[in-house]
């Protein structure tokens, strides 16, 4: 993890990885438009009929966390990377289908897009098959890096390894001299969302589906929305989950979100007998312990938290607020934030909240990510509109690294209707986390008042992500399975909560 958390801020804006989605409850072990798990189970072969099906599968295995695999069927898709020169450079699109335990399932599998952008979905989503495990009885689930992700000509520029000492301009001057690196192995202007979607539909006629469920979760909701934008006679149900809406500019309004999310938490631990007992003055210690940073920096030494190795850190009030930003996304990291806060206050010891903060490292495709952010955001931000907007909050403006990367990126390009509200009447079930950091409620609110036939559920007290319990894995189930927001089970969404504030270091109190 490199010390410019700062810049580590800008990759886990979308990243369900990096999100680590708080478990709540019970948990669970001009473009074209279109016209027209098994852990350790058997895989089939005929999970589509296979007179429709022109792509070639085999027998793979996805690792999930432990010793234990998914029993999958893998190949690859050749496509154009520029879809107007379908006779130029072709990129093989990764692919993993885990197909639906029955011998005869439902004709119409789950695909499932993940968040970043940057973030490879056979290599995140296997982990969730357990979670979905109710809908891969019945239901193949499908899996798709991104173009630009995963196995699917990756794109990376700075080396989580070799490059987890640089500093915050040593990592902006690495990546703006990335394109030139990556010149040989791609043209960025053809790693936008809108382009990714037509490969994804590439994907599901090359399987044999007609039509298909979707779930996005963060930045995989704005390529689900892309999809049914472009393609909305092949979409059944669409589950958006942590809602990035159409007219989202990545960073605008996060150091807003993130101060109400921050303000949230505080309240809540002053509402909270045990967390207020423990630390009746939380909220002054955070203002001391940035005006702490403001005055003189720390440089600390702490063993690694991945080696054990000697790792020195610079931290700045800068790395502190990106720590605790990323914090907020999940409630169970959320629940050592004010004795993280204490400790770091009181005694000068930063080692359990860098700790976390390593815990959030996200596995990302950082060349893609720039790709799709410097073509599909960064032309909507400007300087002094991202700094009137961060007034007020101790987050303050981060736009300003961005727009310096993406000064030197090749930018794409995308369809004028690419920022219009998604109009439609398919079935759609939205997920929100009211103390989301990044994507709270009104995102999502404005995506579900363009829709006509949608369900909006805003889980109390929880962050980024919240198909994590077995309330929201029986919705999701019951929601594909019907095609229908009519007569699902909500109750249970009122009893999810966020785990209890730690109060020291055996846990919360009883």
């Known amino acids: 993890m490199p010390k410019n958390i700062s810049l580590l801020l800008l990759l886990c804006l979308f990243l369900t990885a990096c999100e680590i989605p708080g478990v709540g409850g019970t948990p669970t072990p001009a473009l074209p438009q ?90 995140t989503f296997p982990v969730m098959v357990q979670v979905l495990g109710n809908i891969h009885e019945n239901r193949d689930i499908v899996l798709v890096d991104q173009r630009g992700t995963g196995k699917s000509n990756l794109l990376q520029c700075l080396d989580p390894e070799k490059d987890e000492n640089l500093t915050d301009q040593q990592s902006i001057e690495r990546l703006q001299a990335c394109p030139a690196q990556l010149k040989a192995k791609a043209d960025l202007r053809f790693y936008t969302t809108e382009i990714a979607m037509q490969d994804l539909d590439a994907v599901r006629a090359a399987l044999g589906y007609e039509t298909i469920n979707l779930y996005g979760a963060s930045y995989g909701t704005r390529a689900a929305l892309t999809y049914l934008r472009m393609f909305p006679k092949r979409v059944r149900t669409i589950t958006l989950d942590a809602v990035v809406d159409p007219s989202f500019v990545m960073l605008m309004d996060a150091a807003g979100d993130g ?16 967390c207020h007992t ?8 955070f203002d001391a312990l940035l005006k702490r940073l403001d005055a003189a920096p720390a440089t600390i030494t702490i063993p690694h938290p991945v080696t054990n190795n000697p790792l020195t850190l610079t931290v700045t009030r800068k790395m502190l607020t990106g720590m605790v930003f990323n914090t907020l996304y999940s409630p169970d990291m959320v629940a050592m934030l004010p004795l993280e806060i204490h400790v770091a206050y009181a005694d000068g010891n930063y080692t359990p909240l860098i700790s976390q903060a390593y815990l959030l490292d996200a596995k990302s495709a950082d060349g893609m990510f720039y790709s799709v952010i410097c073509a599909e955001d960064a032309p909507l931000i400007t300087a002094p509109a991202a700094e009137k907007l961060s007034q007020g909050s101790v987050f303050g403006d981060r736009a300003l690294d961005l727009l310096k990367v993406c000064a030197q990126w090749p930018q794409g390009s995308v369809s004028a209707a690419f920022r219009n509200p998604v109009v439609s009447n398919v079935p759609a079930l939205i997920f929100s986390g009211q103390a989301d950091p990044i994507t709270p409620p009104w995102h999502a609110a404005k995506v579900a008042a363009s829709f006509s036939n949608e369900l909006h559920l805003v889980f109390k007290g929880m962050g980024h992500g919240n198909l994590s319990s077995r309330c929201t894995a029986n919705l999701l189930k019951d929601f594909i399975e019907s095609a229908s927001i009519a007569g699902l089970k909500t109750d249970c969404v009122a009893e999810i909560a966020p785990p209890p504030f730690f109060v020291n270091f055996n846990g919360p109190r009883p």
């Open 34 to 123: 279109d016209t027209g798990t098994g852990v350790a189970g058997g895989a089939r072969e005929d999970a589509a009929p296979v007179a429709l099906r022109s792509l070639a599968l085999t027998d793979c295995a996805l690792p999930t966390d432990g010793n234990q695999q998914v029993n999958a069927r893998c190949g690859s898709l050749n496509v154009p990377e520029d879809r107007a020169d379908p006779n130029g450079r072709q990129i093989t699109l990764n692919i993993a289908l885990v197909p639906a335990i029955k011998r005869k399932p439902a004709p119409d599998p789950l695909f499932l897009l993940a968040g970043g952008p940057g973030q490879s979905a056979v290599a």
């Open 259 to 274: 101060q109400k999310s921050l303000d949230f938490f505080f309240a809540r631990c002053a509402a909270d007998a045990a």
């Open 278 to 285: 423990a630390f009746p003055n939380l909220k002054t210690e």
